[in-house]
């Protein structure tokens, strides 16, 4: 497959169940190769969730359900299959949500459904997103939450380009987002194919544009909503909500119902992926949690494919 774009990123390229293999685009390849990973048991599916072959919660979710789908179809032990795709990324809850959706029907036909459900899910949450952003909004976004990470279409990406079809957003900064870089890569690449005006920022840069009023609001997805509202997502995201509230920048989270935890009382129950300290420097000790916590107070909405929810989580989050 040559360079391709984001226009023609349809759900089954981004991810796929074939007769003999969950199949999907390789992020870690992009943007500089557009390459197919087959990956041809629920470990090999497992491990490609792990290293970020597929990566962003909803988009895991949809590659294990495909995964539980080809276990039985192998005739692998469908409960090590399981745990083994449940334990390849403990924060998103997304996870653990689409395999237990696959156990009382673990069909590639249920999958697919599930696959399907998740795009239809962006594409609400992303309309009703659209009223919180006013005319020439200058947008701010950390990691990547587009159609890679949701397996097509995206969340907090997803509420950027509806709102730029409506003709509502200037221009958005990219935090490149440390230490893997979704956001320079993989954001950034979606947007520029979208033809949306971006520029990619150093995560540390965006302090100072807020000061410059250069920002007007702040938009994220999650990998994992306590019930209270706290937000799990990529490290770097609590800063972000820190420092819209002393700029007074709205902080808004855009994500599905699959992404709420209601059993989760609050953040200090979500557990963080801690990822190996070689991903910042072989040479030192390094301390690299892959996800941070966000405050339900430091948000100004949650948006689902429900609607909008406003403060207080607790009464206004749906219960999926
Ligand atoms: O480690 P990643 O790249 O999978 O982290 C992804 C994020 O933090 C996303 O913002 C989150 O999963 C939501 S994706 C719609």
Redesign the pocket.
């Known amino acids: 497959m040559g360079r391709g774009n984001v226009a023609s990123l349809t759900p089954d390229r981004i991810v796929r169940l074939d007769d003999d293999a969950v199949v999907v685009l390789d992020?870690r390849r992009l943007p500089e190769d557009v390459v197919e990973l087959r990956c041809a048991s629920s470990a090999a599916v497992a491990e490609a969730i792990r290293t970020?072959a597929v990566?962003?919660?909803?988009?895991?979710g949809v590659a294990a359900a495909y995964g539980l789908a080809l276990a039985v179809a192998r005739g692998e032990d469908p409960d090590i299959a399981y745990e083994t795709l449940a334990a390849s990324?403990p924060?998103?809850v997304?996870l653990r949500w689409a395999l237990d959706e696959m156990r009382a029907d673990p069909t590639p036909e249920r999958a697919r459904r599930i696959h399907e459900d998740e795009v239809e899910r962006?594409k609400q949450m992303s309309a009703h997103a659209t009223v919180l952003f006013e005319p020439s909004s200058k947008v701010l976004t950390?990691?990547?939450?587009?159609g890679l990470?949701?397996g097509g279409y995206?969340?907090?990406?997803g509420a950027i380009r509806a709102a730029w079809e409506g003709g509502l957003v200037e221009h958005v900064w990219v935090d490149e987002?440390r230490p893997?870089l979704?956001g320079a890569r993989?954001t950034a690449w979606e947007l520029e194919e979208l033809g949306i005006p971006q520029t990619v920022i150093v995560d540390s840069a965006a302090a100072s544009l807020m000061a410059l009023g250069k920002v007007d609001c702040i938009v994220?997805?999650?990998?994992r909503i306590a019930a209270n509202g706290d937000s799990?997502?990529?490290?770097g995201?609590y800063s972000l909500a820190v420092l819209a509230r002393h700029h007074a920048i709205p902080f808004y989270v855009?994500?599905?119902t699959s992404?709420l935890d209601p059993t989760t009382a609050d953040g200090s129950g979500i557990p963080i992926?801690e990822r190996s300290g070689d991903e910042i420097t072989s040479r030192f000790p390094a301390h690299n949690p892959?996800?941070d916590v966000t405050p339900a107070e430091l948000i100004a909405a949650i948006v689902t494919e429900q609607g909008v929810h406003r403060p207080p989580y607790l009464a206004s989050l749906p219960r999926p």
């Open positions: 992020q970020l990566r962003g919660a909803p988009a895991i990324r924060t998103a997304n962006c950390h990691c990547n939450a587009g990470a949701t995206g969340t907090a990406v987002t893997l979704q993989l994220t997805g999650a990998d799990a997502n990529k490290i995201t855009v994500a599905p992404t992926v892959a996800f």
